[in-house]
């Protein structure tokens, strides 16, 4: 897909398929991260073949790692703890990908030169200071002093010392970030973090790496001791459930349709999205709830919604939904009566200020909105129909902005030019083929 924008003039409907969606994001760069530790070799199936996994893989091999990807799983031979191989003058890119950028510094913690860390446009806007003050406790160097952004350079320590860190805003790239430096530093590293997803969790307890976890009813307490080593390990990458929430708003806002979403991590700290829109009457069914790897998997069916309903969000859910808010948003223009997110100043911290660019959005679309840094609050309408011209430029490229954007034109109707359809190349390449698949038309 190299052309600038596509057009969709045409709505959707009397779709009943089974589809899969791509392997899941923060999986697929979690375990290429780890098995770049670990000693011998590891194999990911059904890794994510994207834009931010293959930069973490790229990222990797400038460190000396070998990577195979090959169409069954992807290979890394690990280089062990503190095994990267440092040369002067690396750059390292993380491209679009804040997981990347984040959980990739504290593997770096004990380099003896200076790696600059870049990031593409969107990422070099994002808050970096959250991750890079804690690092800084522990004795890791960052140049310039006080940058809060990409570019930065990171240089590490010999004296590291492990923190107690307490983690705020609900951020699992930031709880990961400090599980993560525990691999290079002796001693204790205590964590107590807001609820929020716990992948490094539980592939650190598969990894044998010590780690104690005490649950209370918001935070969880994580204390981690240095492992020797990691063995190198397999992994089954389910879909993504941020992938699906787009294909399951598709269905349930499309008239006589019905679809089953195969193979899905609905790992708790990500369930949000189901439970907000089932809360809002979608009746979406999980079905073959299995265990792959400890991550609970399961298939998804989900059929056109015949009474949505607005909804009060708690923001206990924010943290488990971070990611589906912007298609959430739009499956509550289409719902009866108002329906209130709050607490959401984070989603302005993601790929593009997400909070502002969804309401501008759907008041394009002629749905009324009243939104703060903080809130959105959404006057949903059953009968929203649409007719005129829509024209989305989406300026940072965001993914789930132009995916947004997709499935409004094929729920909504009217003549939509959306700009960017690469984005998805980020985190789901298979977007535009399965919505071919149910039936639509892209130009
Ligand atoms: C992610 C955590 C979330 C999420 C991002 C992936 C992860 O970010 O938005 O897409 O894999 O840890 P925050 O931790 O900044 O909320």
Known sequence: MSSKYIKINKKINNFNKTIEVDGDKSLSIRWALLASQAIGSSRAFNLLNSEDTINTLKCLKKLGVKVKLSKKFCQIEGRGINGFLYKKNLILNAGN?????????????????KIKIVGDKSLSKRDFSRVIEPLKNMGVNFYPQNKKKLPIFIKGSKY?????????LGSAQCKSCVMLSALNIDGETSITAKKSRDHTELLFRNLKIPIKIKKNKNYDLIKIIKPKSINGFNLNIPGDISSSA?????TLLTKNSKLLIKNININPSRFGVI?????????????????????KCA???????????????????????????????LAAAKAKGISYFKKLSELNQKESPRL????????????????????????????????????????LKDHRVFMMSVISALSLGGAWKIYNPESVKTSFPSFLKIVSKLGAKIN
């Open 356 to 395: 502002k660019i969804g309401s501008k959005i759907l008041n394009m679309i002629g749905v009324k909105v009243i939104s703060n840094k903080n809130s959105i609050k959404i006057y949903g309408n059953p009968d929203l129909k649409l007719n005129k011209n829509y024209i989305i430029k989406n300026f």
């Open 246 to 250: 787009f294909f399951i708003v598709l």
């Open 160 to 168: 590291l010392r492990p923190i107690k860190y307490i983690e705020n």
């Open 97 to 113: 990908s804040g997981t990347l950028g984040r959980l990739l510094l504290p593997l770096l913690i004990k380099s003896p030169y």
């Open 275 to 295: 439970k907000i829109l089932n809360k809002m009457g979608a009746k979406i069914k999980i079905i073959n709830i299995r265990k792959i790897n400890n991550e």
């Open 299 to 329: 298939d998804i069916f989900v059929k056109t919604a015949k009474n949505l309903k607005g909804i009060n969000c708690s923001s206990n859910l924010n943290s488990s939904a971070i990611d589906e808010f912007l298609i959430i948003f």
